[in-house]
């Protein structure tokens, strides 16, 4: 055995573990007891609750028993590692860091968690930090195949780093050192010490090389030698894995195909998507090891221990261990295909499998299942990944916790072919290309792959699970597709399935996962001639049923793997005829996000979805080059009416490339009959599954039945979500068994009795059980703009009421249903701009950050009511209603906004980060349009309703989020459903409505069944003049506050001011000033001041009780008074009356 002197061998993990355990830490014994003398020294005497040094197994040897608390060292706290990550990302240079800090942590990470404080948040740190510092080693060794004079200088190294690098380097080092002995010619006095050197553990690696110029390159030489050294060598594979799909009606019986795979190729695992008796019996005693899947629909019958049990002895235990079955997994993508229902089943049909199996005798198969990517959020960029809310907490880290319990792998099929692009044909097939930058991790990735593996790595290790083993279940290119499937070709598979196979026997992992070997199944082993969709689906083969190769990838005996390919051009585009010129709009170029390449999306059933909810929309990342060309394309000769788009056309506005190249494609794609393949446009645009939400209010005399509105809704339109104010029994009965989400409210006034266990139990019990889970409710609400609306009293036990009514959720055995309250934006500061906003002090810390931390925990939404119709300003008419406009441009974030909504919903993303709850989910629980309003209520009407609600489906269907949360999709709640008669307040209120009692619509937003997406909106007629001198793009404020809001002159304020706003206000500006006029009821006392209040306030409430409509260029304020304590709007009273109430509140 080679001593640990040789700087070619590395120490192993377990090695330096026990190295680092002899470090000092400190302990707080909760006993007595003498000193230990010890070899390395004495330690103690230990007494109760006195802190004390010791080393670290001694700490943990002393934890594990109980007997004291660790301490952890000062470095690990999270202020620490936030500033030596924030350097790190800085520096070129590495931190000082304690030499074992990898080991250290990991101890006390495994043994003392609760005696860390922020464990996840300090975990996650020091994930960070290593990968940051691998990165930098990464670069060093590269400035060795760059530079002339090699020198590589690593200083501050930890035991980790120093250890991974070292065999490695030294042997590339002393390559060239050899090399240069031969070639080099020394320069006059310098002569190298060729006298072996000690290398110190954390000192530095570094030698100096001497040129000449050589007959070949020695920089050229050099780099081969280098790398060869770095990586393995690849003359020809080992083994390979891959999927066994029988969807064939050609294909050659299963004991051709094992004796096959055995004799003439290197396959030495396979999958196989059934559990076919044939295939398993064919490949006994061949070694070459199966995966087989249990059928979706076992699923819910696993459950049944029994029923699992005489599965295995039916299904596995025949053929096992003959057969070489290692991996059962339980379904293929289920949290894609599959209902409800049965997805929340299959962590426990996971777990009684696995039991049966040990019970059976068989301890060695493991159990999983394959995954599409659509369980992502997002994957761009990998660093910000997570998984999608609704499945993170509540199915994949149950199952994550199963695999690391069992050893078992996280199954996931990522087909970067599913996001081609021509664009980046490089960056998907493994050639030659620049690399994209993640400026989050600081990782440069060099294929989309390794992007989609590193988005499910950060998303296991936010859940906290990256420890977890991945497996690439799936994956493969396409050699041949139909017409409109260019990217389909011979070339395209075999650098794609080349470069993926080169890649796997590198060992090189991935840029956040470094020397990590990644199972991967090639997908698939045969094209397959009676697999449903394109030819594409037809066409993944390796090889032909006749057993040739469709191209070679170095998988038969004896191959060599092949070069991989030059870089090639991008693909050009199909040839496409030019119509006519027609007035387009310009072509913006977008600025680069952190990652350019597109994002594959995940895998698309090739089963249709119901009619009507299925849309074609530009993918986010498609540029305007391509969206142009497939303008071209589909307006000449494909049956699409493009007129509308056209200059004079009702949809020419916006004018964009992109907001035309959206009513075409989707015009397209809904003509030719819905089919996937006809949303494709070259990899430019995707189907998008979207169903509009709604909010269902009953304050009207005329409405349906719920019963008649249920079913409306299900059979006529494509809806599947709706809120109700209350808890409706009617209602919630009435959508049982309609597939129709809900989202009910408990009253404001049950807020004070939820603190009581027991009633929330007896309420869950009355109201919920009954109807759940035949009524799909998803969340209940807690009240409505509590903190706003209520007392003190109230809102301050709010978050304990949504913590017991969930903790009586539980209990009751029902724990799918989600708990949140919807909040005004009141809650909000006043800026002009998203990014200076932050909540209100007075409801920050003590309402909202417990309230975000349960909604964490709870994976709950954090639901919000953003009405940018309560901000109308003539002046800014197209930036509320989703039109063309200039945009309004936030100076600290440097992002351009177009529309209103993006602006408040980033402001409420901002106030949430500023207290460290980015993470948690907004949902929209109310916005909307009124389509008819009073004589003075110039905002509200058909048109601008249209305008508005369409532009907010439109940019919801697109999931392109905002511009601080970009392609996050936020769920919306429109107002409402239908209007409502006898609704209180003015004519506006009662209008809102999509539908009328009748079930006729209002206007046309695009819901019906059968629709097509909602068009683009005609230019506005130009806005009307206005009078208010306004902040220029005031953030939004809530709906009517009922009578809690009023506009008051500030002390400070002069007469001068004062009569200057009674001078304007009072001309034009629609205030009824008489009442202040000499022989008016208010005109005593006369004063300016007593008038202004009355003028001030008056106008203040006519205009929608905004903010900035309270400030008269600084002299007013807004107060919060209720002097009476009555739920009624200042506005509904005489003025008499009010004067008479605001002379209550000064004295």
């Not at 539980?810 to 249903?817: E, F, S």
Request: aromatic share 10%; proline share 9%; net charge positive.
């Amino acid at each position: 055995m080679a001593s640990q002197s040789d700087n070619s061998v590395a120490f192993s993990a377990a090695e330096l573990e026990f190295l680092a355990e002899d470090e000092m830490v400190e302990i707080v014994p909760n006993m007595r007891m003498e000193p230990l003398n010890l070899i390395s020294g004495d330690f103690g005497p230990f007494r109760p609750q006195i802190a004390a040094q010791v080393p670290l197994w001694l700490a943990v040897a002393l934890k594990k028993r109980g007997k004291c608390t660790i301490r952890p060292p000062e470095w690990m706290s999270v202020e620490k590692l936030t500033q030596v990550l924030e350097a790190e990302r800085d520096s070129e240079k590495f931190q000082l860091l304690p030499f074992h800090y990898v080991e250290i942590s990991r101890l006390l990470f495994d043994h003392a968690r609760e005696d860390i404080p922020d464990i996840y948040m300090v975990r996650s740190l020091i994930e960070d930090i290593k990968d940051v510092r691998f990165h930098k080693i990464g670069t060093g060794l590269e400035i060795i195949s760059k530079e002339v004079t090699y020198a590589l200088r690593l200083k501050n190294l930890s035991a980790m780093e120093a250890n991974i690098v070292r065999p490695f380097v030294t042997k590339a080092l002393q390559t060239f050192h050899k090399l240069n002995t031969t070639e080099a010619i020394p320069e006059s006095g310098s002569i190298p010490n060729r006298q072996r050197q000690a290398v110190n553990q954390r000192d530095k690696f570094k030698l100096r090389v001497y040129q000449k110029q050589p007959p070949l390159s020695l920089r050229d030489r050099g780099k081969e030698i280098l790398w060869l050294s770095l990586l393995p060598e690849i003359s020809g594979l080992s083994s390979c894995s891959v999927n066994y799909g029988t969807l064939g009606n050609n294909l050659p019986p299963p004991s051709q195909v094992a004796q096959f795979l055995k004799d003439k190729t290197i396959i030495d695992k396979i999958k196989i998507f059934d559990v076919n008796p044939d295939i398993l019996k064919a490949f006994a005693n061949t070694n070459i090891s199966v995966t087989v899947t249990v059928p979706n629909g076992e699923i819910p019958k696993l459950l049944d221990i029994g029923y699992a049990k005489s599965y295995v002895e039916a299904n596995i235990k025949p053929f096992y261990p003959q057969t070489k079955i290692d991996v059962i997994a339980v379904g293929n993508e289920i949290l894609h295909w599959e209902t409800p229902e049965v997805q929340n089943k299959l962590v426990g049909a996971m777990r009684t499998l696995y039991q049966a199996l040990t019970q059976s005798g068989i301890n060695t198969i493991k159990v999983s299942t394959p995954h599409s990517l659509g369980i992502l959020l997002s994957s761009n960029p990998p660093s910000l990944a997570k998984f999608r809310p609704g499945w993170d907490v509540t199915i994949l880290a149950p199952m994550l916790q199963f695999l690391r319990e069992t050893k078992g792998p996280f199954m996931v099929n990522p087909y970067p072919y599913f996001g081609y692009n021509p664009e980046q044909v490089d960056f998907l097939l493994f050639k030659q290309n620049k690399g994209v930058f993640d400026k989050f991790s600081r990782r440069t990735y060099s294929n989309m792959f390794d992007v989609l593996l590193d988005a499910v790595f950060m998303s296991m290790k936010r859940l906290g699970y990256d420890d977890v083993d991945i497996v690439a279940a799936e994956t493969g290119w396409p050699s041949f597709g139909e017409s409109f499937e260019p990217q389909c070709t011979v070339d395209n598979a075999a650098s794609y399935n080349g470069g993926l196979v080169r890649k796997i026997v590198s060992g090189i992992g991935s840029p956040l996962m470094p020397h990590r070997k990644i199972e991967t199944y090639l997908f698939g082993l045969f094209n397959e001639n009676t697999k449903p969709g394109s030819n594409a689906e037809r066409n993944f083969g390796l090889f032909r049923p006749d057993f040739t190769p469709v191209y070679n990838i170095g998988i038969m005996k004896g191959q060599q793997l092949l070069p991989i390919p030059q870089p090639s051009k991008p693909l050009p585009q199909p040839a496409l005829p030019q119509p006519k010129p027609q007035p387009r709009g310009p072509i913006p170029v977008a600025k680069p996000g952190p990652i350019d390449p597109a994002q594959p999306a995940p895998r698309l059933p090739t089963k249709p979805g119901p009619m009507g909810k299925k849309f074609c929309m530009p993918k986010p990342q498609a540029t305007d080059a391509q969206l142009q060309a497939s303008l071209d394309w589909a307006c000449t000769n494909q049956g699409v009416d493009c007129g509308p788009v056209q200059a004079g056309g009702p949809c020419f506005n916006p004018n964009t490339v992109r907001s035309h190249a959206a009513y075409v494609m989707n015009s397209y794609y809904q003509i030719k009959g819905k089919n996937d393949f006809n949303c494709d446009f070259s990899g430019s645009a995707a189907i998008v599954f979207a169903d509009p939400s709604v909010n269902y209010g009953t304050l009207g005399n005329n409405l349906p039945s719920p019963s008649q509105v249920a079913q409306f809704i299900k059979n006529k339109t494509i809806i599947d979500k709706i809120k109700i104010f209350d808890m409706n029994l009617d209602i919630i009965r009435a959508f049982a068994n309609t597939n129709i989400s809900i989202t009910v409210t408990v009253p404001n006034g049950e807020i004070p009795k939820m603190l009581d266990i027991g009633y929330a139990k007896s309420y869950v019990e009355a109201n919920i059980k009954p109807f759940y889970p035949q009524t799909k409710i998803d969340i209940v609400a807690i009240g409505n703009e509590v903190i706003l609306l209520e007392k003190e009293e109230i809102y301050m036990k709010l978050v304990q009421a949504m913590k017991t009514l969930y903790q009586a959720l539980i209990q009751c055995g029902i724990n799918t249903i989600k708990v949140s309250t919807p909040n005004a934006l009141g809650i909000l500061s006043k800026s002009k701009i998203p990014s200076m906003v932050k909540f209100r002090h007075e409801w920050d810390h003590s309402i909202l950050v417990p309230m975000l931390q349960f909604l964490r925990e709870t994976n709950g939404p954090f639901m919000v009511n953003p009405y940018p119709y309560f901000v109308y300003d003539p002046k800014q008419v197209d930036f509320i209603l989703f039109r063309q406009n200039k945009g309004v441009f936030d100076r600290f974030t440097k992002k351009l906004y177009t529309n209103m909504f993006d602006m408040i919903l980033d402001a409420v993303y901002i106030s949430m980060k500023k207290i460290g709850y980015e993470d948690v989910e907004i949902m929209v629980s109310e916005t909307g349009w009124s389509s008819l309003g009073e004589n003075f209520e110039k905002k509200c009407g058909v048109e601008n309703a249209i305008s508005y609600n369409r532009g907010l489906i439109r940019k919801y269907f697109s999931s392109e989020g905002t511009p601080l949360m970009p392609n996050r999709k936020i769920e919306i709640y429109i107002f409402s459903l239908f209007n409502e008669n006898i609704k209180k307040g003015n004519a506006s209120e009662r209008n809102f409505g999509l539908f009328r009692p009748d079930f006729t619509q209002v206007y046309d937003i695009g819901i019906m069944k059968g629709e097509t997406l909602p068009l683009p909106m005609p230019m506005p007629p130009k806005p009307q003049p206005s009078g208010p001198r306004l902040p220029a793009h005031p953030l939004p404020k809530p709906a009517d506050l009922m009578g809690r809001k009023f506009c008051r002159p500030k002390e400070d304020s002069t007469d001068a001011q004062l009569q200057a706003n009674l001078d304007w206000a009072c001309t034009n500006q629609s205030v009824d000033c008489g009442p202040v006029q000499a022989g008016g009821p208010c005109f005593g006392p006369n004063t300016v001041r007593s008038h202004a209040a009355f003028v001030m306030n008056s106008y203040y409430q006519i205009k929608g009780k905004n903010d900035f409509n309270c400030d008269f260029l600084g002299s007013g304020v807004i107060d919060f008074a209720d002097p009476i304590k009555l739920l009624i709007s200042p506005l509904f009273l005489s003025a008499k009356e009010f004067y008479a109430i605001r002379i209550e509140a000064n004295s």
